[in-house]
T-cell receptor, first 112, second 113 residues
Framework: AQSVTQLDSQVPVFEEAPVELRCNYS??????LFWYVQYPNQGLQLLLK??????LVESINGFEAEFNKSQTSFHLRKPSVHISDTAEYFC??????????FGTGTRLQVTL | DVKVTQSSRYLVKRTGEKVFLECVQD?????MFWYRQDPGLGLRLIYF???????EKGDIPEGYSVSREKKERFSLILESASTNQTSMYLC????????????FGSGTRLTVV
């Protein structure tokens, strides 16, 4: 079985500052890792995913995440955030099945 | 554009009512899922289905049932709604296998009074 821990429930940050949202996972098998974003009053959208190969994966809107097997982490980063990045971010993990296990989410609040 | 459509955006029901939440996907996905989302608890899996007429319990199935008579439709049923089932309900679908992730619907915010 897998589990995901998102230690930060809320992360306040000023616009144009860098941000890191932390995600740690636990699994006894090989994992596939995902980050989803949920804007206010919407469903979740896939932001990026790690399946294999390069440990650094990027999204189209400037986010990146690095898979670190030794630290069992998949932290999400952005070098400069924008007001429009305000949302809730969920980390998720799966093994060989299709079923995802989600973390409890991190609310990113970007202010001027 | 591929979609997962949930029939209602907001729903208010009375305690004891039987409630149906409908979800339809147009992507020919094999897998479908129902989650509920509550502040501080993240997403918790209620039921999922890997094929037509097939269902499996998730982490919190008590008080819920599901139906999947057609591949594109997955219904969540609250047999007798209670106030502790007030929540945001999210439907998702995916292709078979761990590589694809989910496509989510916009959610149904259910209030039981």
């Amino acid at each position: 079985a897998q589990s995901v821990t998102q230690l930060d429930s809320q992360v306040p940050v000023f616009e144009e500052a860098p941000v890191e949202l932390r995600c740690n996972y636990s699994s006894s098998v090989s994992v596939y890792l995902f980050w989803y974003v949920q804007y206010p009053n919407q469903g979740l959208q896939l932001l990026l995913k790690y399946l294999s190969g390069s440990t650094l994966v990027e999204s189209i809107n400037g986010f990146e995440a690095e898979f670190n097997k030794s630290q069992t982490s998949f932290h999400l980063r952005k070098p400069s955030v924008h007001i429009s990045d305000t949302a809730e971010y969920f980390c998720a993990v799966t093994g060989t099945a299709s079923k995802l296990t989600f973390g409890t989410g991190t609310r990113l609040q970007v202010t001027l | 554009d591929v979609k997962v459509t949930q029939s209602s955006r907001y729903l208010v029901k009375r305690t004891g009512e039987k409630v149906f939440l409908e979800c339809v996907q147009d992507m020919d996905h094999e897998n479908m899922f129902w989650y509920r989302q509550d502040p501080g608890l993240g997403l918790r899996l209620i039921y999922f289905s890997y094929d037509v007429k097939m269902k499996e319990k998730g982490d919190i199935p008590e008080g819920y049932s599901v139906s999947r008579e057609k591949k594109e439709r997955f219904s969540l049923i609250l047999e007798s709604a209670s106030t502790n089932q007030t929540s945001m309900y999210l439907c998702a679908s995916s292709l078979r296998g761990p590589y694809y992730g989910y496509t989510f619907g916009s959610g149904t915010r259910l209030t039981v009074v």
